[in-house]
């Protein structure tokens, strides 16, 4: 430190104060010399910028994951369905089980009377089926359909093919797999063009799906799709009457105007019904762009929730740092006297000590972004997500380490810079 030199004529000025370095230096000397006791200081920030990275790299991560099972549902996807509180189990964008109540004309009005909108239609009946080959065998979900579904379900084969509208019209008996049933039913045999036994009928593989991933109850892997007018009529074994279906995929042709055609489907299949009070509606049309956008919003929510709750760990560890530098203001309290003795002003020990905080701010928050970055690889790894890294929630975690830094290292700061040079020297 270096004092304006007294005596000289007035209007000279000496350079007087600690440069910002000298500060710094200062500052990291009395961190290092006592390591534990800064390490303890700084680790509330560490943990608090850690869990903040962690849980919005999570977050994001299953945001990312569940979009990204939506989407490969299907694009521009509508569900037409039974009525909301009568879809059983698995109501929703896709429908598992429960009753077949939608009638199949609807999906052929559909496709005639949208041709520019619609640019695919998939009625589905489904049922669980015993598939048998050679010697092994198991239960899966069978899936009458069009060849629409292959379309509007993003289902094309990755061998072989979809079966097609002659297979439909002459209802032949003929299988697309999902991938699980081809290596559990198959093992490493090829399963084109080999008989399998749905439900004690035999049908002739044609196509076999791409791994699907895991879809939870919509997963497509343990699927098999034959077409529909066999599946009625072999399968569902149907009873005199008008054909339904469980569901119709409906596949608009243009994602911006997918809520305009939802309306107007909706206008349409209640007026075909002959129904004029939508409570009266015994069908719903589910549209994907809001099932998503409700999953986005829901999952946005909770990473902004746990990322409070981790903020709050923050304020903690800077409570933290506010104790232990009011601690250490006491300890060094004949150091400062000593200092103001030998010139030192009040500024210069306020930066003193708000150096030490700040920099053991900034050392807990680089740390913790490290350490976040871990955390969230071992967390996705544990749930089967993988953890998304968002620039922005590092740096809003960071900036807010530091300033609670300089929050809670001013008022230890300040004590120290407005002690009694002659108190502090006879303080013992």
């Known amino acids: 430190m270096v004092a304006a030199e007294p005596g000289k004529g007035a209007g000279r000025r000496g350079r007087v104060g600690l440069s910002l370095g000298e500060v710094a230096r200062i500052a990291l000397g009395a961190i290092v010399t006592n ?139 003929v299988a697309v797999i999902g991938y699980g049933i081809a290596q559990d039913l198959f093992g490493g045999e090829d399963p084109l063009g080999q008989r399998l036994r749905i439900g004690g009928i035999p049908f002739t593989v044609v196509g076999v799906l791409p791994d699907k991933g895991d879809q939870g109850f919509t997963s497509l892997n343990y699927q098999v799709f034959v077409p529909l007018s066999t599946y009625l009529q072999r399968l569902a074994r149907l009873e005199a009457g008008e054909p339904k279906v469980n569901a119709i995929y409906v596949q608009g042709a243009d994602r911006h105007r997918l809520k305009e055609l939802q309306e107007r489907l909706t206008q349409f299949l209640a007026e075909r019904r002959g129904l004029v009070d939508p409570s009266t509606y ?107 890294f968002s620039p922005l929630s590092a740096a809003v975690a960071f900036l807010f380490a530091v300033f609670v830094g300089v929050f809670f290292g001013l008022y230890p700061a300040w004590r120290a810079a407005r002690l009694d040079p002659v108190e502090a020297l006879r303080y013992e």
Not at 347 to 372: H, N, P, R, T, Y
């Open 282 to 388: 015994d069908f719903s049309i589910t549209n994907q762009q809001d099932a998503l956008q409700s999953v986005n919003q829901t999952t946005l929510v909770m990473t902004l929730f746990l990322g409070g709750v981790a903020a709050i760990s923050l304020l903690v560890g800077g409570i933290g740092i506010m104790n232990i530098m009011l601690v250490s203001v006491t300890e060094r309290t004949r150091e400062i006297g000593v200092r103001k003795a030998l010139g030192a002003r009040p500024k210069d020990i306020l930066a003193q000590f708000l150096a030490e905080s700040v920099i053991l701010s900034v050392g807990g928050g680089i740390l913790g972004v490290g350490l976040g970055l871990l955390m969230a690889r071992f967390v996705g790894q544990a749930i089967g997500v993988s953890p998304v």
């Open 35 to 173: 390591p534990l006791r800064s390490a303890l200081t700084a680790l509330g920030v560490v943990i608090g910028v850690a869990a903040v990275v962690a849980l919005t790299m999570v977050g994001q991560g299953t945001t990312q994951r569940i979009t990204s099972l939506l989407e490969g549902l299907g694009t521009n996807l509508l569900t037409v369905g039974p009525a909301q509180g009568r879809m059983g189990p698995g109501g929703g964008l896709v429908r598992l089980g429960g009753s077949a109540t939608i009638p199949l004309s609807d999906a052929y009005a559909i496709r005639e009377a949208f041709p520019q909108e619609v640019v695919g239609v998939a009625p589905v009946a489904q049922g669980n089926f015993q598939l048998k080959y050679g010697a092994n065998n198991l239960r899966a979900i069978v899936v009458g359909t069009w060849p629409d579904f292959a379309q509007v379900r993003n289902a094309e084969p990755e061998r072989g093919s979809f079966f097609t509208q002659e297979d439909v019209d002459q209802r032949r008996r």
